[in-house]
């Protein structure tokens, strides 16, 4: 079957120069279309096809064809279709299928599953209660801890979408803003709990909407500073001929959004976002049952289930909980994960053989073929779609503008920029002072020891991130070029990547500290273990998409002209590519190391505590003794190392990426 704009026309039928066709319908076991044909009567007689509908002077044929004899069609031009009024509505309802059925009681059950459980979760008042570690009470805490997890994905995803694209289209404040979501993403997690739990909760006294909403900004501060930075990265490597190209269409910002920047990013927004949500998954634990000063805060989830099962050595409960977790995780990559990264695939720069090396998702085929997913599509979502992206399209009047008239607007429009930019950056330094001056008369009272204590733990705690970060990369970087560059292989460990990597080390962490008590070692290097559960995905999976952001047709000339050298491609052609992405995945997986200290260097288990030296010990320690004297100050410590690091290591190396490593063409 020849290809041309998705319409067909029997065999048989003559198209003399100048002719359009326009075809209706899709093929099924037997065929009807409707064709609306602009060329002269006699022309349509010889083709002898029975005469339909005429509704604006144009001649309207029926066919009938067989679906054996759909590899003969011919697939010709046609800008407009014609259905006659009511085809549609008749069509859907006799080529509905029994997959069709199913799909459509899916998604009315996904859908009340989520408003039940958001119902539950945000309503009624807070009541301190005991997990129960009854396994039939697993289906429920597992839909709670869903909820929690998809409403917080929810919020991450708005949000990185939005600071990125402030970032990178405001260039004079980008280092302001990307500097923001450094300190944001040093900030460990247990930092966040005083302000966010108590201050949530003195607007929602005594509800539980207010420790719910706690845990989900909670979930938010553990998945969006990872997209943001993806985002970002994304946005900055932009092909400039494309940018060049939606200047010289004369697209609108909106536009230009919509069609090219954010279509730009959707790879690596998708790739990041599996890690982020298994970010959320790695800290639910933490997230649905912790300690702040003498209260004791636990939610009903799987988390909360997995907390209560390790306290009291229930194993089994361990287990299962671990075994509904891995379901829910399967069920995702199978249903979501999967089909979204076949689907952003088709926005990777590059042609040829792209198409062949795309990743394959059964479900998201059966959704393009679906009637009802494609009467959605056909009657709703591309009718929504395109009137939305033309809210704000480029100019469709000829505006006759002269360069001081066009001098004047840009000068207006940087004018606006510039105050409100000043507007944000005053409220910021101000939130900022206040809260300084607050912080320098809580730190005001901690001794000299108590810095100098702070200091040695997190030299500690630096050896052990930068010993978990080699280790990572040593195996990450060439299992994710080949995942990326490899469809037979990506089909086989794709899938049992993303179920790994979506797993919560703290779930792990009974079996692990099991043995490592047997060992008698402690955290002393199982710490590092742990700390690698939980940064190690966060390269994986960026260098994962920057493989496949390569586009095939380097790698066909590296086949030709490199054939010699292997180490000579990975210098020219794979290190280079996979850079950019390498560089996010570095700075976000060593924030995720720090992050992942707090849990890996101080961990209760069977109503004992085990830890090991370092800052993410000290401040898990001041946050369950309501230190927060000593919680502000290793914040501060964690803070500033991770700040400077960002400034002399990875912000030239950034600098590098988005200079020399990018995808085009001085």
């Given at each position: ?51 339909g509908h005429d509704p604006e002077d144009e001649e309207i044929f029926v066919f009938e064809q067989e679906e054996e004899n759909l590899d003969s069609l011919i697939v010709l031009e046609a800008p407009k279709v014609f259905r006659p009024p009511g085809s549609f509505r008749a069509d859907l309802v006799t080529e509905l299928s029994v997959s069709d059925l199913v799909l459509l009681c899916s998604l009315v059950a996904v859908v009340y ?364 970087v060439p299992l994710g070029v080949a995942v990326g560059r490899d469809p037979a292989l990506a089909s086989r460990l794709q899938p049992l990547v993303q179920i790994f990597a979506s797993v919560p080390a703290t779930a792990l962490f009974p079996f692990v500290l099991l043995a490592l008590v047997r060992l008698g070692n402690g955290l002393q290097i199982g710490s590092i273990v742990l700390m690698m559960l939980g940064m190690m995905w ?129």
């Open positions: 079957m020849v290809r041309g704009a998705g319409f067909v026309v029997p065999p048989g039928f003559r198209s003399d120069r100048g002719s359009r066709f326009a075809v209706c319908g899709r093929p099924s076991q037997r065929s009807v279309w409707m064709v609306r044909v602009q060329t002269t009567a006699a022309d349509a007689e010889e083709s002898s096809p029975k005469k599953g989520l408003a039940t459980a958001s119902v539950s979760v945000m309503s009624g008042p807070y009541v301190a209660a005991v997990v129960s570690t009854d396994i039939s009470k697993l289906p429920w805490y597992t839909l709670l801890s869903t909820t929690r997890i998809f409403l917080g994905y929810l919020v991450s995803l708005v949000f990185a979408i939005v600071y990125a694209y402030c970032a990178y289209r405001i260039p004079f404040a980008a280092k302001a803003l990307v500097l923001i979501i450094d300190i944001l993403q040093s900030i460990p997690l247990l930092s966040f709990l005083p302000g966010v739990v108590l201050g949530l909760m003195a607007l929602f006294p005594g509800q539980r909407a207010g420790v719910e909403l706690a845990a989900m900004l909670l979930l938010f501060t553990s998945m969006a500073w990872n997209m943001v930075l993806g985002f970002y990265q994304s946005l900055c490597t932009i092909p400039r001929e494309l940018l060049e190209a939606s200047q010289v269409f004369g697209l609108s910002s909106w536009k230009r959004f919509w069609t090219l920047e954010l279509p730009a990013g959707a790879m690596g927004l998708v790739w990041n976002s599996i890690v982020s949500v298994a970010g959320g998954w790695f800290f639910l634990i933490s997230i649905e049952s912790f300690e702040l000063g003498n209260q004791d805060f636990r939610l009903p989830g799987i988390g909360a289930f997995l907390a209560s099962a390790a306290e009291h050595a229930n194993y089994a409960a361990i287990s299962w909980g671990l075994l509904s977790l891995v379901a829910v995780i399967v069920v995702a990559d199978f249903v979501v994960w999967r089909p979204l990264v076949a689907w952003s695939s088709k926005f990777s720069y590059g042609s040829g053989t792209a198409a062949q090396m795309a990743p394959k998702s059964s479900v998201l085929n059966f959704l393009q073929r679906s009637q009802v997913t494609r009467a959605l599509h056909d009657k709703l979502l591309s009718q929504m779609w395109l009137g939305f992206v033309e809210l704000f399209p480029s100019s469709r009047k000829t505006r006759y503008i002269t360069p001081s008239t066009s001098e004047k607007r840009v000068q207006s429009a940087a004018l606006i920029r510039s105050a409100v930019f000043a507007l944000l950056s005053v409220s910021f330094a101000a939130t900022i002072g206040y809260a300084g001056y607050k912080a320098v008369g809580v730190l005001s009272v901690l001794p000299l020891r108590v810095w100098l204590g702070l200091g040695v733990d997190a030299l500690y705690t630096l050896g052990r991130v930068l010993v978990a970060l080699v280790l990572s990369i040593l195996w990450t966060y390269i994986l999976f960026n260098v994962i998409a920057g493989a496949q952001a390569i586009p095939p047709e380097l790698f066909e000339v590296d086949s030709i002209y490199g054939k010699e050298s292997v180490v000579k491609r990975w210098k020219t052609l794979i290190l280079p590519g996979i850079f950019p992405y390498l560089i996010t995945g570095i700075v976000t997986a060593v924030g995720g190391a720090w992050n992942a200290s707090i849990v890996s260097e101080y961990v209760i288990f069977q109503g004992n505590t085990i830890s090991t030296r370092g800052l993410g010990s000290a401040i898990s320690v001041a946050a369950s003794t309501g230190d927060y004297s000593v919680l502000l100050a290793g914040t501060l410590v964690m803070c500033g190392l991770v700040l400077l690091t960002n400034r002399f290591v990875w912000g030239p190396l950034y600098k590098l990426a988005n200079t020399k490593y990018r995808l085009s063409q001085s």
